[in-house]
């Protein structure tokens, strides 16, 4: 996994898109099932935003004003 991060960690392309990868080696739980009803009020809320191609597998969870933690 390392040597996948390591090429395309700093890339780019022609026509100026930037890439940055790191190697995260945190230990996270596997088969956590979130509850569809969960899932589904994420959507409603605005949290999750579900990509146009496989969007049962790829979205993104936008981050909410409570999620920041308050750095004054």
Do not use: C, F
């Not at 890439?19 to 080696?25: C, G, N, Q, Y």
Request: charge should be negative.
């Amino acid at each position: 996994m390392a040597v996948e991060v390591l090429a395309v960690g700093h890339g780019g392309t022609r026509t100026g898109l930037t890439i940055h990868a790191e190697l995260d080696k945190a230990a996270y739980l596997t088969g956590v099932k979130i509850p569809d009803h969960q899932m589904t009020a994420l959507e409603a809320d605005g949290i999750l935003t579900r990509h146009d191609w496989r969007g049962e597998w790829n979205y993104t969870l936008n981050p909410t004003p409570h999620d920041t933690p308050d750095t004054s």
